[in-house]
């Protein structure tokens, strides 16, 4: 009895270690494919166009309207606080912090991962079922160069595209909120966050936008691309890959707060 | 179906995609199904799927092409002529038909090597 439970404890750490080395595994592929000159063929530029035109292109004016009530909200609760709590002389670097830094790329990255995540892992999960992702082999094409790196790619442009467009949204809402609650005046903010801003910060927002980006993606593909061989299995696996995407979506950015905090 | 056959030259050749579509339609228009050009494999006739399979089939480098059981992959051909003829207009490869001996009957007459 007590050896078959340590068996069972066992075996499960095996399969959880086999598990990471072989997503830690794909995803190095991945990553040797996306610096490879040679796998961007007309074919694959064709389908990153299309991808990046259904993930960031489309979403624009959901995303800017939701980023205007969200962001606006959030950024004049984070005003009126400042200013309840006497601290106007930092509104410049609390709000580029909280905005730029923080919510912009997290907010996109949830959005995109909703939207764009569960689309993908639907799509290689239907193909792989469908046994379209055998036929493509059998013609001798690259299934990362082909399917997943314009995903990927378009991943990390659209999550780092539009967290811009979101910290910019937010920024100016913020004018709107410190006109009404401090009186202040177009130029006086934005010389305060001109002064707030620092090189620290785009890096920040870029860096954040393109890890996240890249999970938003590979975390579906991978997922997909493991579906049993039945209809039924496509909901499960869309419903693990989500949850394994959420997991480390946060982890990303318990990891930043945590880099940043040093 | 254009970029379904046209597919296998950007990747293998890095074509553009206009000039691999434009092979890829100039095959069609040998067989005289150019019209299925933007259709969807729903909108084909099992007949047509099948052309579009050979055609990207001839695309690929390989030298030579297997067709197993064309009466079973394409369910209603009835005139095989048509459909021998059609294949020697596409070819310009070694193209090889596994077919049962009880269809031999349905190649009488037409000019193919018939190996036991």
Known sequence: MFLRFVEGIGSKTLSIFNSFYEAFYFTFICFIHLINPKSYSPAMLMVLVKQIYFTAVTIIPLFTMMAIIFGSIIIGVVISLASVYGLQDSIGSILITFSVDEFAPFFTALLISLRSGTAVNTEISVMSVNNELNTLKEYKIDLINYLFLPRIISGIISVTSLSILFALIMLSSGYLFTLFYMNMDFHTYSSLLLTAIELSDVIILLSKGIAFGFVAMIIPIYSGLNTANSYTAIPISVLNGMVKLFIALFIIEVLSLLIQSI | ?116
Do not use: W
């Not at chain 2, 047509?48 to 390989?62: S, W």
């Open chain 2, 1 to 116: 179906m254009l970029e379904n056959i046209a597919l296998i030259k950007e990747v293998h050749h890095y074509k553009s995609i206009v000039s691999a579509e434009k092979e890829a339609k100039d095959y069609l228009s040998k067989i005289n199904i150019e019209n299925i050009s933007n259709n969807r494999v729903i909108q084909c006739s099992n007949l047509e799927i099948f052309y579009v399979k050979l055609i990207r089939a001839l695309m690929t480098d390989e030298d030579n092409i297997i067709i197993v059981l064309p009466f079973s992959i394409t369910a209603n051909l009835t005139d095989v002529k048509s459909f021998i003829d059609n294949i020697y207009m596409l070819n310009h490869k070694k193209i090889l038909i596994l077919e049962l001996y009880t269809n031999k009957s349905k190649y009488e007459g037409i000019l193919c090597n018939i190996v036991k």
